[in-house]
């Protein structure tokens, strides 16, 4: 009895000891702190914090789907860092409060954040993910945002691309020194970081913005329409949901408004060209992108829209949210493989600083993110509508910078 | 005055539209003394049968087949949820209902994700001028068919037995059983008119300018809670008041907002809770509700 006690101590300690070495060799091998969270011989565990179950549940769950392609085909090509990419996915139900209690609860298992959707929730978590010097990719274009090395703000801002997209119908002639612009814009980050730009543009090109404010719930635009036409403009700018902008298209084709109309980045769902408003946007709406498009006649585009068709069926609602999440998934990889020999949370930060260079040829223009307070590029696309395209939207042209979106100052940053 | 003209008859349609809703929860409150807190879920579950069949056996019979689902799953909660809890708990009821609409909503918001559901309504994409005014044909559809939807749901409950039981449960619940009103029927009858009228209002806001049905479509059908409270609560002609109200506030604020921005941003979002707040405070049981007598 006494010696079989020996031997069980004996066994225990010898494993004991065995593990240590075993991990020691684990952590000299991989060049890692072993305080480093998320980090395993075998995965690196990325963080994503999305709306499953609150207004958002729809874009929450496209953008989650569109992650889960790219770690598929990253882990099918053998991982990063000779480790596979594995996601935890937490619901914020779009409510800042869930989202701190999410993130406390995930923060241990995670190396960084791959994505977070909200900018409610970005607020409310932006001084622990500054303390932790942790990166958190995010989805949105807003310049407000820029200047935080813990933060990615991936692609043309918005500012910058409504400047790119009234510089655009300028160059087509649609638009002359002199004549107004209608800006339907809705309260809050998007709409007014896109109205800084247009008002920006106006000034540069000598046209004259009547602004229309509107709150995301109003359903009926047609007074807003209505005041743009008696203003006479000449093209309508339009950042609203696409529900509100598929709502301006119809009426100002209704009312005989024969004037183009340039979208934002949001303002177009795919199922918009099942609606009464297809004709109206099929042949006035344009919208403006960092991203490229999935109905794009490319390889990067067929591949991706054929990956998601694959694992989901039909055509995704927002192809740039895809489009976003994609390569968003796919820079984070780029920025793991800068730091694999340190990684931890300031590694990722150092090595971020060292991607000046990244593009997903036909889906995403060269993006340089060495300076956080400058948007990683300044080229948009324009997009028109299709029916006959995947997902409905296909590029008119390359992407671009007009010289005004270069010239252009981003605000100062927070 | 062109804008002015614009924005009174789309703040008319709007507030009709509240309306109907507004008058979907005083009916159930008055024939059961319960806020049904699942009418937004109603209003959407109708216009989602409408917009899903409509493609297929056309708008019109697709319309009635919508009021016809409103109606039995407005019955279908009634006899199978609330039928078996005391009628006399009436925050039980309501508490229940709070469930029926985030189990509906969530199953809704599921089906329809992000997308938006075309209705197929003959009267999408036509706008309709009078002299430099411009409105979309819905909006005059509306304030036509509405006033003479509610006033034939006046009609009914002044001239009809089911109207009857209902006004004589809703004066003394006890006496109308003793003299043999069948208090089931009332409030089966009052929760099927509930469902039936969601999908009427559900159709005008899922109508041209709007694209389509999309999950957006209930949170707006909630607006027009506070539109009941303004009203009362208990009356027919307040709920009609104050979905007026409510909805010619919500287009006015929202055209004038940016000169109100001195007042915070998403004004138009709170507008309807503003008014409430403030009509309570001077009246605390709403314009027309029957102000509570008791005994200290």
Redesign the interface.
Known sequence: MHKSRTLGLAAVALASALAVAGCSTKAERAGTSSAAPGVSDSTIKLGVLMDL?G?F???G??ILDASNVAVKEINAAGGVCDRKLALVTRDHGYDPQKAVAAYDEMDPQVLGYLNILGTPVVTALRDKIEAKDELAGLTTFASTLLGDKHLIVLGATYDIQTINGLDWLVRKGELRSGDSVGHIYL??EIGENSLRGSKFAAGKLGLKIV?Q???????????QV??L??AKVKAIQVDS???QA??VA??A???GMEVPIMGGVSTF?T??L????A??LTEHYTRLSGLGALGADTAAARKLAAAWTDQYGKAP??SSGVVHAYAMTKLYAEILGKTCEDLTRPGLLKARSAVTDFTLPGLLPPQDFSDPAEPSSREAQVLGVDKDVFAGVKPLGDFFASDLAKEYKVPSAG | M??GV??LL?GLS?GLLYALIALGFVIVFKATRTVNFAHASFVLFGVWVVAQTSPHIGFAAAVALGLVAAGTLGLAVERLLLSRVDGRKHDALAILTIGVNVVLT?EL?WRI??????LGAPW????VHFGSV???LS?IITIITVPLLIAGLAACLRHTGWGLAMRASIEDREGAALAGVRLKRVSAGAWVTAGVLAVAAGIG?AS?????V???TG??AIKALPAAIIGGLDSLGGAIVGGLVIGIAE?TV??Y??SLSFLG??L??VVAYVIMICILLWRPSGLFGAKEVSRA
Do not use: Y
Not at chain 1, 216 to 222: E, K, Q
């Open positions: 179950s207004p549940a729809g874009t769950k496209t309260q809050g602004g404010q509107i709150d995301p719930t109003a359903t009926d635009l047609t007074s209505n005041a036409k008696s949901t696409p529900k598929a709502s119809a009426v084709q209704a009312a769902a199922s918009l099942t609606t009464s408003a004709p109206a609602e927002a | 062109t804008r614009e924005i789309s709007l969530a918001s994700g992000e997308r938006v559901l075309p999408d994409g036509h706008v411009v409105l979309p909006v806001l041209f300018p709007s694209p389509g999309a999950v957006s949170t707006a287009v929202a055209e907002q940016a941003r998403g138009g979002d």
